[in-house]
């Protein structure tokens, strides 16, 4: 596995403001992938990261609103742009490991807009 | 589409007891399935995975599951529950990855499991 760490690990925001969360791993990886995790709910990808290309975003979720960065193969950071309330989640980073079969997860990153 | 299925969002068992977590699963490819655990205010951590090879998988913590395509079903099962077993368990199914270059496809949730142990 790897060691994955997302900062920061929790915050509490104002509406109408951004916050942009931090991915790092401690080896070089080709996927990472970022996931939104409402309260009480499963887990839902909001889009794929490939270093050197384009994020590649599920339906519902748009650049504008989750612009993703990956400026190398070990860190990608995901804002979550003009908060509301409804943005109060939990997001998680994973990566791919195990030749393309596995994804692994950091801590999370737990959000609150007011 | 693949869709994941678990049956009771909330499982109570005692302490010592068999401990079985169900998971049905749409795919229309054979899938990869994956069970991760959630303890509270953490990520998640893989269980175990079947990916293809052994139908009885065994992962981490005293936990096995078995992939049944007949049922479309990957139960998660450990015999004797421990207190430190009180999690949120997730069942996800994804394709396998069309080629290395590409790597993995993305994960399917199910809605997760409470699991309780009862002293």
């Known amino acids: 596995s790897a060691v994955i760490s997302q900062k920061p690990s929790r915050d509490i925001c104002q509406r109408g403001t951004s916050l942009t969360i931090q991915c790092q791993v401690d080896?070089?990886?080709?996927?990472m992938f970022w996931y939104r995790q409402q309260p009480g709910q499963s887990l839902t990808l909001i889009a794929t990261?490939?270093?050197?290309?384009?994020?590649?975003?599920e339906s519902g979720f748009v650049i504008d609103k989750f612009p993703i960065s990956r400026p190398n193969l070990t860190f990608s950071t995901l804002t979550v742009s003009n908060m509301s309330p409804e943005d109060s989640s939990i997001y998680l980073c994973?990566?791919?490991?195990?030749?393309?079969?596995?994804?692994?997860f950091g801590p999370g990153t737990r959000l609150l807009v007011l | 589409a693949q869709s994941v299925t678990q049956l009771g969002s909330h499982v109570s068992v005692s302490e010592g007891a068999l401990v079985l977590l169900r998971c049905n699963y749409s795919?229309?490819?054979?899938?990869?399935l994956f069970w991760y655990v959630q303890y509270p205010n953490q990520g998640l951590q893989l269980l175990l995975k079947?990916?293809?090879?052994?139908?009885l998988v065994k992962g981490i913590n005293g936990f096995e599951a078995e992939f049944k395509k007949s049922e479309t079903s990957f139960h998660l099962t450990k015999p004797s529950a421990h207190m430190s077993d009180a999690a949120e368990y997730f069942c996800?199914?994804?394709?396998?990855?069309?080629?290395?270059?590409?790597?993995?496809?993305?994960?399917?949730f199910g809605q997760g499991t409470r699991l309780t142990i009862n002293p």
């Open positions: 994973s990566v791919e490991l195990g030749g393309g079969e596995t994804q692994y």
């Open positions: 080896s070089q990886v080709t996927m």
């Open positions: 990261a490939n270093q050197g290309s384009e994020a590649t975003y």
């Open positions: 795919s229309s490819v054979p899938p990869y």
């Open positions: 079947y990916t293809s090879a052994a139908t």
């Open positions: 996800a199914v994804s394709d396998p990855p069309r080629n290395i270059i590409q790597g993995a496809q993305k994960l399917v």
